[in-house]
């Protein structure tokens, strides 16, 4: 028996031809739909990437307990129960994370492995350069300096990943007991691609160079933000050209007579949908979490069927398993998707610190934190890393141990309080959509009948998940007895809520676009600006605005979310009628 899976980072659902009417030419991945079972509700557990693998490893979630970080000691890896069990599990990618502190576990679980360096501002090639500003700035020359080490698409990291997938399969086409894994990071920002890619998307765009979104509201000019679009476009493309090479193999060696085949995503990204960019800072609206998933399996067959059961990320590792005669481990809590029943009446899904959401598969239901502190918040490890760094001892200062959890296999964990972060669910609110009668998530509703009902799934959910009782105060939900109308949120923050979504002014609306984007500290040295912000965004002055990153301006903070576009535009008619100090532009 064999198995063979291919991912991509940041792949969305609804621009794949097999979910809708697209303009993307991805012929591969209708091919493969005619080839595979096509699950049509497939949602993401724990974003984004890492926090995805980790589930993908485990099958249980992550959010609740953790953010971003390695695979923990008590953790059951499924590429590691395959090895053990004699099956050999390699591992080609270029996803860089994989090589940070925070990934640092997750490769090493697989019986032999290679990288391809390259991708999102790796540091990879050291070119000496003037000092980055910071770290964004930093990134992105790096990213320049790595595309130059890729001139041609032979050389892409992409490419040389599927190569090495390639080669892998013609070094072990006729042995048996093996599992391949090609992880791709693309469509994952920064869209690059060669120019044949973009030829297939032509269009009129003479501006900046804009291939990696900021995680902000829209705030580029129509132009730009479809030129975004169709730099994605090229990229899936490219992906989609990268799919064919393997459907071409196992059409060429008859693999499909007895080698599981499982194609799948771990989150979407938003390409202007909802006025926001990227992933992580706003609601995990389905463009980010409602994923595309394909499998064959060569026991069940199934050709170019749909499925509609609810499934998750959770459920491939058991699914992995259960192919090779493995049985799942009790704290795996996936299922097994190579049969075609119901697996789950409820889908959980989210970030640390974010939204807790759900859904029925009719009903997504957002629970934001009662609270604006979004507290209390902990991090529950034995690894304690983010993405790029250790915990640093100021956040280690704090920590208590704490009881088992019942994966923890009697280990007690750190329980670390959670650093201050600039995603804040409060802000957005608790919103609850009627997918069926509202499929892009355009108007949330109110209803306490359905609220109660999906929050009693919820609550339920987590119960099964072990959640730590921080995160039903934080979520304002009782973690025992009834729940009742008076712990109803949606309701009670509909107003911010509706305040947050509104699409922020296009620049050209706005009158004093200087002093917006100019640094917080230049600006409260401008006569009355202080003022304006005490009037206008109180808060911001007694808080956020306080501990801002010095080079923070106003525009930042409306992009993400923090100022409301009707408060961005009465500060904006006030600061107009202000006098600009020197080294400060005037409207």
């Avoid at 730590?468 to 712990?487: T, V």
């Amino acid at each position: 028996m064999r198995a063979i899976i291919v991912m991509f980072d940041s792949l969305n659902r609804h621009l794949l031809s097999p979910y809708a009417d697209t303009f993307i030419d991805a012929p591969n991945f209708a091919r493969l739909a005619s080839r595979a079972v096509t699950f049509d509700r497939f949602y993401a557990g724990s974003m984004p990437c890492m926090p995805a693998r980790r589930e993908m490893h485990t099958g249980r979630y992550n959010f609740l307990h953790r953010s971003w970080g390695p695979l923990e000691p008590f953790d059951d890896s499924m590429p590691e129960l395959l090895k053990q069990a004699g099956v050999h599990t390699h591992l080609a990618s270029d996803h860089p994370h994989y090589w940070e502190d925070g990934g640092a576990t997750y490769h090493t679980r697989y019986s032999t492995w290679e990288f391809f360096r390259g991708q999102e501002g790796d540091p990879w090639k050291g070119v000496v350069g003037d000092p980055p500003k910071g770290p964004g700035d930093a990134m992105k020359r790096q990213d320049a300096v790595n595309r130059t080490y890729m001139p041609t698409e032979t050389e892409h990291s992409q490419t040389r990943t599927v190569d090495a997938g390639l080669h892998f399969l013609e070094t072990n086409v006729d042995a048996d007991r093996w599992l391949l894994q090609i992880e791709m990071f693309d469509p994952h920002e920064p869209f690059f691609t060669h120019q044949r890619y973009k030829d297939l998307y032509p269009h009129d765009y003479d501006g900046p160079e804009f291939d990696w979104p900021p995680y902000q509201k829209v705030l580029e000019p129509g132009d730009q933000v479809e030129h975004a679009r169709n730099e994605y476009a090229a990229l899936v493309s490219m992906c989609d050209r990268s799919l064919g090479r393997v459907l071409d193999f196992m059409d060429e060696h008859a693999m499909w007579d007895d080698t599981l085949l499982l194609v799948n995503t771990d989150h979407g990204f938003l390409l202007g949908e909802h006025g926001w960019w990227a992933k992580s800072v706003m609601p995990w609206f389905n463009e980010l979490v409602h994923l595309p998933m394909f499998l064959w399996d060569p026991r069940a067959g199934g050709r170019d069927q749909r499925r509609g059961a609810l499934a998750q990320t959770i459920d491939i590792a058991p699914t992995v398993l259960r192919y090779f005669g493995i049985e799942p481990t009790p704290d795996m809590q996936g299922a097994d998707l190579t049969q075609d029943e119901p697996v789950r009446e409820g889908a959980l899904f989210g970030i640390h610190g974010g939204h807790v959401n759900v859904t029925d598969g009719r009903y997504v239901y957002m629970r934001a934190a009662k609270e604006q502190a979004n507290g209390p918040l902990e991090e529950f490890t034995l690894m304690p890393t983010h993405m790029r760094a250790r915990f640093s001892t100021q956040e280690l200062k704090e920590w208590e141990p704490a009881e088992p959890f019942t994966f923890t296999k009697g280990v007690r964990t750190m329980r670390i309080p959670a650093s201050p972060s600039w995603m804040n669910p409060w802000q957005h609110g608790t919103l609850l959509f009627d997918l069926q009668e509202d499929p892009a998530q355009e108007t949330p509703i109110v209803d306490d009948d359905v609220e109660l009902r999906m929050v009693e799934l919820l609550r339920r959910l987590m119960l099964d998940n072990d959640a730590p009782p921080s995160q039903y105060e934080r979520l304002g939900i009782p973690r025992d007895g009834d729940i009742e109308p008076k712990h109803l949120l949606v309701r009670e923050q509909r107003e911010r809520a509706t305040a947050v979504a509104a699409p922020l002014p296009a620049m050209e609306n706005l009158r004093a676009p200087a002093l917006l984007r100019a640094p917080l500290l230049e600006l409260l040295r401008i006569t009355g600006a202080k003022d304006v912000l005490a009037q206008e965004a109180p808060a911001l002055v007694q808080s956020e605005l306080l501990s801002a990153p010095i080079s923070m301006t106003l525009l930042d903070l409306a992009r993400y979310g923090y100022i409301p576009a009707a408060v961005l535009r009465r500060i904006d008619e006030q600061f107009a009628l202000l006098t600009a100090p020197p080294g400060v532009s005037a409207p």
